[in-house]
């Protein structure tokens, strides 16, 4: 939850002896151990005097308050957790036996301060021989076996009744909430537990493959260790040795892992919730994960004839096997002939999308990028596509009214497609098609109060122009899915990246970006990015205007840039649509003032 910096803090302020006490007795209530401790004649207290605290937003969009003494954040609340109140590792190291504690290897603590959830391979039994007995949801301390002192928090993605310790059994058994050395321990004096601990990641591949996790380095027998790694040393030559593939070949290959996705994972009954989807998505989410295995199973579009996914699906719509539309500068593909020949006799077969390693390894191929690359490569370079859906919600008595006649919820959210389905519906059901023109809709009393603006007077619109009507009446939200995350509902339609090309100080030209943060991208990273790429200096600074608590950043390129910074936008995903591009240093036409 703190692998990134929250995206919010508001100012720190003391709170009241009687709100400190009420949260002292909050705690309490959660933890009757430290109350029977800090009550005893003698004891600290459990929050000291002055305690401050502060509301925050995680990077995840998850609230809570933090508390903060001596310059030490030691508790926090959280929205959605079953047990709100949280002890941050400053606080477990000053009481280490305030929650159940889980046991682990050090390789895997490591894996844990990088963000990752604790496994159930990396779990070992404690000195009883047992897990504690805990339920979904119930907060919990991981530290290294034989350690004292928690190194992390984290909540149980399922009770520990249902977890077999080294049977072979995997999934998440604790959800991370925080960790030694992740930033909300950064936001303290960053002091280290009380005795000093190793977390060296030697030997933690097995966590990587969610494999064999659990047996301790030292354990294990050198034929164990050696067969551990033989993966790393053979799957890779394995891979440089896979034979080239001409383009006719990944051309055939393509294509046939097109056929797969639309029959066997889209499927006729399902492409009504599906489509239309986007060119990009299509490929990565359908097309990649539909390559056969072994031969054809590095086939990227990149060594096709077309070399590009628009001029792949160009080629398709051209042999009539399904249809292409440019929306908002887009391709989206909206309709498939379910008919064609080329589903005749289709089956099956094995495909990398099946097999995890067959995954990862499609990944390391496609990128055309070795383990360094990959390791030195920002996040959102190498999660893939950025998905921003546009959905509308009714708003207005006269398209309520419209929604209420065509037996459609008021309250639920819709995409454009949809409402297009509905009108087309309503018009069908109510018998309104134009018998002089089959294009043109009569528009009965309902229709005329959704779409006609006020003195207006109209009597037959195309279905086109009352789809625009009423999408311009309704109230506009976003569904933005960033990689790796769960898709998120934003308010009002999506904003672009303004990439702004001008010149200043009479013949210095400049390029601009702003609001990359809208699509969780990291400026500093942009940034040294950028250096490299463009050969040029690229810095960032807070836009004037905006908050000083959640500044807007302004990054600032020297010279014409904006090829490059489009091309580094695009390669992290953002969708060319909503990329707005202003060259003011371009030369007005003849005429032009």
Known sequence: ?????????????????????????????????????????????????????????????ENGVLYVADGKPLWMKLENLKQPVVPTVYTLWQHPDALPVLYTWSPVIHRLTEGADLMIPGLVLGPEGKLPD??????????????????????????????????????????????????????????????????????????????????????????????????????????EQMPQLSANEVDDILQTALLQALKFKITTEGAQSVLPIS????????????????????????????????????????????????????MMVTSVNWMHESFQGLDSYKTVGTSAPAQQQNGATTGNTNNAEKQKASPSSSQGQIEVQDVYKPLGNGVITLFEAAKQSKDDLYTPADIRKIVMDYVKEHNLPSPRNQRMVMLDPVLQDACLKKKEIKDEFTREV???????????????????????????????????????????????????????????????????????????????????????QEIMVQGPQIKHVSTLLLNKGVPKRLIAIDDKTAKKGKGKK
Not at 3 to 19: A, E, H, N, Y
Not at 34 to 55: F, R, V, Y
Not at 503 to 529: S, Y
């Open 466 to 552: 009352i789809v625009e009507r009423l999408l311009d009446k309704m109230q506009p939200f976003h569904i933005i899915t960033l990689p790796g995350k769960e898709p998120e509902l934003r308010k009002g339609a999506p904003a672009p990246i303004q990439v702004t090309q001008e010149v200043r100080q009479g013949r210095k030209t400049i390029t601009k970006m702003v609001g990359v943060e809208r699509f969780d991208l990291d400026v500093a990273d942009l940034c040294k990015e950028l250096t490299k790429l463009c050969a040029s200096s690229a810095t960032h600074n807070p836009l004037a205007g905006t908050s000083p608590k959640n500044p807007i």
């Open 279 to 330: 060119a990009s998505a299509l490929y990565s989410n359908y097309v990649l994960p539909n390559r056969p295995r072994g031969r054809g199973s590095n086939a990227d579009i990149k060594g096709s004839s077309w070399k590009k996914v628009q001029k792949f699906l160009k080629a398709m719509e051209k042999s009539k096997l399904l249809k292409v539309k440019e929306q908002r500068g887009e």
């Open 1 to 61: 939850m703190f692998k990134k910096p929250p995206s919010t803090v508001k100012s720190f302020s003391p709170l009241r002896s009687s709100d400190r006490r009420r949260f002292q007795n909050e705690a309490y209530d959660a933890f009757p151990y430290l109350k029977e401790k800090c009550t005893q004649e003698g004891a600290s207290p459990l929050m000291p005097d002055p305690l401050q605290s502060a509301k925050f937003r995680t990077h995840i969009n």
């Open 134 to 239: 805990l339920d979904t949801g119930d907060l919990v301390a991981i530290t290294i076996k034989g350690y004292p002192y928690p190194l992390a928090v984290g909540t149980m993605a399922l009770p520990t009744s249902e977890i077999r310790v080294r049977s072979g059994m995997k999934g998440k058994a604790v959800h991370l909430v925080h960790v030694y050395r992740d930033y909300l321990w950064a936001m303290g004096d960053k002091s280290d537990p009380p005795e000093a601990v190793d977390i060296s990641d030697d030997a933690d591949d097995e966590y990587i493959d969610d494999e064999g996790e659990g047996a301790p380095p030292g354990d294990k027998a050198d034929t164990d260790t050696t067969a551990s790694k033989e993966p790393v040393s053979v799957e890779k030559p394995v891979e």
